[in-house]
């Protein structure tokens, strides 16, 4: 009913960029709060960046000033700019999309996941 595909992901060198990309398709009426998670091997998922439908971010203090979040809404797709990439940055990264379906339903929505690999 609701799909969220991310792309952009990749291996980079340390101090390498990548731009992370979601496109959330499917049977949508409104989308409120997006935002970027990362799940390292052996640990939790963790938010990495969140933007409200007016544009308002939010960021984990460890990408402040290297990651940028932004959004597209006539688009539905949401993006990750990652600069300056570090070691400790490589892990699976997910899309999330708080939104309303046609039908009425307000859902919480996740993409399957991009790997993230940053060597030194």
């Known amino acids: 009913q609701v799909q969220l595909v991310e792309s952009g992901g990749g291996l980079v060198q340390a101090g390498g960029s990548l731009r992370l990309s979601c496109v959330v398709s499917?049977?949508?009426?409104?989308?409120?709060?997006m935002g970027w998670y990362r799940q390292a091997p052996g640990k939790q998922r963790v938010l990495v960046a969140a933007?409200?439908?007016?544009?308002?971010?939010n960021y984990v203090d460890s990408v402040k000033g290297r990651f940028t979040i932004s959004r597209d809404n006539a688009k539905n797709t949401v993006y990750l700019q990652m600069n300056s990439l570090l070691p400790g940055d490589t892990a699976v990264y997910y899309c999330?999309?708080?939104?309303?379906?046609?039908?009425?339903?307000?859902?919480?929505?996740w993409g399957q996941g991009t790997q993230v690999t940053v060597s030194s």
């Open positions: 933007i409200t439908s007016g544009g308002r971010t």
């Open positions: 999330n999309a708080d939104l309303t379906t046609n039908g009425g339903q307000r859902v919480e929505s």
């Open positions: 499917g049977s949508i009426f409104s989308i409120y709060g």
